[in-house]
């Protein structure tokens, strides 16, 4: 079993940063993928970036690139989200999620996922 608890989201203006952190507990997946996702009211969950806890590996949503930024602190075991020039768009739950069966290329599909947190709710004000 893997725990995982996100922090860090709130209320920013529009053009603002903030830093998601992912924080794992329990059974370690040394091969696993750890994605963030986001989704609003009445939309499907949404893809934002991918992390492998071994290597370097990350993949992003296109969309999100050069805006967001995972990254990763093994000794700690949290996985982070930097998100750069926020706008309303981007107002959502973000989640984390992990899993160590995902084949490559489908990191972005929450489908493969098998462990979720609970959510942080980030809000840009315009």
């Known amino acids: 079993q893997v725990h995982l608890v996100e922090s860090g989201g709130g209320l920013v203006q529009a053009g603002g940063s903030l830093r998601l952190s992912c924080a794992a507990s329990g059974r370690t997946l040394s091969r696993a993928v750890v994605g963030w996702f986001r989704q609003t009211p009445g939309q499907e969950r949404e893809f934002v970036a991918a992390i492998y806890w071994s290597g370097a590996g990350t993949s992003y949503a296109n969309s999100l690139k050069g805006r967001f930024t995972i990254s990763k602190d093994n000794a700690k075991n949290t996985v982070y989200l930097q998100m750069n020039n926020l706008n309303s768009e981007d107002t959502a739950v973000y989640y984390c999620?992990?899993?160590?069966?995902?084949?490559?290329?489908?990191?972005?599909?929450?489908?493969?996922?098998?462990?979720w947190g609970q959510g942080t709710q980030v809000t840009v004000s315009s």
């Open positions: 999620a992990t899993s160590a069966r995902i084949p490559a290329g489908v990191v972005h599909s929450h489908g493969w996922y098998d462990y």
